[in-house]
């Protein structure tokens, strides 16, 4: 997941900013989705949180700035902001 670090990335978001969790009732504080083209280590589409965008969206481009890796998991996340704010130098 490292060599996705600082690289600018599309996400289809498939749970927008305040949409209930299919299972466990939670709410969605951010859009969460996936990245097309790309495989994790549970076999299904790498996963992404997106920060810096406060409205639901169903599409989003960004630059990647922080990758979650669970240790009871073998599935691990990225997280996606607004390239103004991607946090990295250029």
Known sequence: ?????????DVIVDRPLGS????????????????????SGDGKKIDAYILGEYKPV???RG???AAIE???DNESKLVVAK????YFEE
């Open 1 to 9: 997941m490292q060599e996705y670090l600082g690289k600018t990335v």
């Open 20 to 39: 209930p969790h299919p299972e466990y009732g939670i709410i969605y504080p951010v859009n969460y989705g996936y990245i097309p083209g790309t495989i």
């Open 58 to 60: 169903k599409e989003f």
């Open 63 to 65: 630059r990647v700035i």
């Open 70 to 72: 669970r240790k009871n």
């Open 83 to 86: 390239t103004p704010n991607s």
